[in-house]
């Protein structure tokens, strides 16, 4: 089963969101160049806040609604978390078309409660709460 797998995965923790117990309102997926986008908002069904998760020079990403998502990474329920000696990335990165240089790929992934799984190979991230500057660069 694909949780056994995920077990023995090298992860490490990225940012907790703060979403409180009554889990994600809405959530918007957009891109803007090469920027991947996740907008939640209603944090915590409370309507007054919004948390954006911005992907930097994302390469691809998958999504499973919550509904198919019971084969998550551990710790990543509402908690971005790097999957770390990824062999989804290190797929991608033999498939590049050829003349293509290396990107510096990186994978990560969210469980979004009431949502669904979201996974996105990209170079970076940021995470902007509603108290803070951009909180988190990964």
Not at 17 to 27: D, E, F, K, R, T
Request: aromatic share 12%; proline share 5%; net charge negative.
């Amino acid at each position: 089963m694909l949780w056994r797998k995920f077990a023995k995965t090298r992860h490490k923790i990225i940012h907790d969101l703060p979403i409180g117990g009554a889990g994600c309102g809405p959530v918007d997926f957009r891109t803007e160049g090469l920027n991947f986008i996740v907008t939640i908002h209603d944090v915590g069904r409370s309507g007054q806040s919004k948390i954006d998760i911005t992907f930097e020079g994302f390469t691809a990403f998958r999504f499973r609604a919550e509904l198919y998502s019971k084969d998550f990474l551990p710790g990543s329920y509402d908690c971005v978390c790097e999957i770390l000696e990824s062999d989804w990335v290190a797929q991608m990165i033999r498939d590049r078309p050829k003349g293509l240089p290396y990107l510096d790929m990186r994978h990560f992934a969210v469980l979004l409660s009431d949502t669904g799984y979201l996974e996105v190979a990209c170079e970076n991230l940021h995470v902007f709460t509603p108290t803070d500057e951009p909180s988190d660069t990964a």
